[in-house]
């Protein structure tokens, strides 16, 4: 069993950068995949990253170029670097993985506990 916790969320203005962070617990973390979900109000979860145990990384197509996934196994720490952050980029973001998943992550609605994620705010 691996838990989550995120952080590093905060209010920013439109342009700007945050780079949150997803520190685990658990042995099993190096042969997981890992992705970053997030949870816009009124909207659901969607999948907005993930870096497999090999490091590959892949991204929805509303970030890419403006966010990198990045892993640490000595840390258990996977970071989400966010660049020109848009008003649209405001939601709760999570972490999570699932067991056995190592080239890639499960759809959100597969993955059952949560953590408490990070709030990013985007003013324009």
């Known amino acids: 069993q691996v838990q989550f916790v995120e952080s590093g969320g905060g209010l920013v203005q439109a342009g700007g950068s945050l780079r949150l962070s997803c520190a685990a617990s658990?042995?099993?973390?190096?042969?997981?995949?890992i992705g970053w979900y997030r949870q816009a109000p009124g909207k659901q979860r969607e999948l907005v990253a993930f870096?497999?145990?090999?490091?590959?990384?892949n991204y929805r197509d509303s970030v890419k170029g403006r966010f990198t996934i990045s892993r640490d196994n000595a840390k258990n720490t996977v970071y989400l670097q966010m660049n020109s952050l848009q008003p649209e980029d405001t939601a709760v973001y999570y972490c999570?993985?699932?067991?056995?998943?190592?080239?890639?992550?499960?759809?959100?609605?597969?993955?059952?506990?949560w953590g408490t994620g990070t709030l990013v705010t985007v003013s324009s």
């Open positions: 870096i497999s145990r090999s490091g590959t990384t």
């Open positions: 999570n993985s699932k067991f056995g998943w190592s080239n890639t992550v499960p759809p959100p609605y597969d993955l059952d506990s």
């Open positions: 658990g042995s099993t973390f190096s042969v997981r995949a």
